[in-house]
């Protein structure tokens, strides 16, 4: 085989996957437009007639903007408090060596290991017991402390690489650990503060089972409850649940090409890092 | 002499003043900065894993404080429930798929689009596109693709000439409908660790196994996948951790059925625990899920790391 034929050959089965991979999403973008009955002739290809009224019927219904808003303040909630919570800690192992600090760092990376799932009833106990059910809070809270261990492992390792006459300079000048942390270690962390940040939003805007098992207020549904909550409405009416999913996952999809080098970092720096 | 003492005296109290600083600045620091990390971490991550251990030993609903002891009672009927030994069997299925069909999936597609040219990078994005979307929405977007009556399968059977089938409600094609989603949907992922680990292996010794006349496929098996075992180590650990906790896309696409045959181990906990307020039975489930993912953890990481020794 020569060069140019195993190119050739490359280039069309990279194709033959991204048009299976592209293929349900096409599908679901299509389906949205057409009627049911077209739907079930043609479930695939382009529709005949381009047809918005599905899309403008759920963007005219308020329950949709809700859902988004909820989702939208939950997970912008849970990405600020784990990147301060997150850097903070990682600030105090990185930069001050006390007396069982090694300790507790282990023991704050304990979740790395732990399936989020296994503390999920409990989490339901506690949650109630504390008079947080249907609140935000619910949500934000238990999301935040689940994505400490990788924050607060991907923050220590960006820290450590920090120049250290940087704050020894800083010191000298009467700078506080707390300024120190807040003026210089900070804003100089933007790289990685975004990559957590990305990656937390991400995970917290696509969860279910824990809004599933906190929220019963349908007022404070986040998008994938509102998403099963229209499903259980439409059932077979697969033209309007196609079109609600194509609008869910539209504003992923504009987010992930706009911001991709961040979210692609993110989503896998853990991993190459750890 | 006096003069002297008094000035080493002076000296000495201000070295100690300002280490008391330092110590002080650092004590506030630390009491400042950690306690917010420990509370929410301990609050709602560990006391609710020891909690589970605590409530498995109960019967109780979630009401009042558990009060009836059972002993092991919820463990051995776990361990004699059927349909928790599908969900055992059907979690280990998807480990398997995924370390059998994804990962070397995943391999080959990074071996072809690694290199850094704009086709590339265009191909990149599209295969990681699934991972970013919710489970739910990927589910949902599946059910219809697999729906009897207006999905594309459908279509594609009526082509055929055959019956249609639905696919989500047959007892032997659901879970196989699943997996291909879950593959589907996490290649990318598994991709996109390849590449960055691909794009650091030296081009030279690439280039030099070219010049001594290797081919492609040689290349890939003899230089470029050794150099990367790290990655492969690290991605099977996420592949296996992360079968282990498959729930999202199971609801929307089966809910469990039919007749309980798609469960896996959280789907199961959530169904016969949570939703039917079986506290302690739910709990007896997060047990044995929680020890799986230990043991796991543990005897992998101890083979991986013996396994790069040799």
Redesign the interface.
Known sequence: MNRTTRNTLRVILLILVASLVIGPLLASFFGGFKSNAELRTNPLWLPGNWDPANYAAILFDGNFWRYLGNSFFISSMTMLLTLVVGAAAAYVFAQIRFFGSKMILSYLLLGLMFPFAAAILPLFIKVRDLGLLDSYWAVVLPQTAFGLSLAILLFKAFFDQLPRELFEAAYVDGCSYLRFFWSFTLPLSTPILATVGVFVFVQSWNNFLLPLVVLNDRSLYTWPLGMMQFQGEYLTQWNMILAFVTLTIAPAVIFFLAAQKYIVAGLTGGSVKG | MTIMTRSAVHKRSTTDRIRKNVVS??L???L???P???I??S???????V??AY?SGFSWN?YGSPSDFVGTENYRRLLDHSVFHTALWNTAKLILVSLLVQMPLALG?AL??YRRTP?NTL?R?????????????AG???S??F?G????T??MFQALGEDSVYVLSDHQWAFPAIMTVIV?KYF??HM??YI??LQGVPNDLVEAARLEGAR?RQIAWFVQIPMIKH?LV??GF?AI?GS??I??II??MTNGGPSNSTHT??TY??SF??SRLN?GF??AA??V??VL??AI?FFYQRNTTREGQA
């Open positions: 600045g650092r506030s620091a630390v400042i900065l950690l917010p990390a420990l929410l971490f609050l709602f991550v560990i006391l609710p894993l909690d589970a409530y979630g597609l072809l689009v086709t191909f994005l599209v295969f990681f596109l699934p991972y970013i979307l919710a489970e739910v929405a949902l977007i599946w219809f693709v729906d009556d207006y999905g594309i459908a279509m589907w990318g992922f996109m660790i960055a680990a492609p990655a690290v991605s996420f951790i282990l906790q729930f999202d609801i929307p181990i959280v906990l959530y625990g949570l506290i739910g709990s997060a047990v899920l929680f993912a230990i953890a």
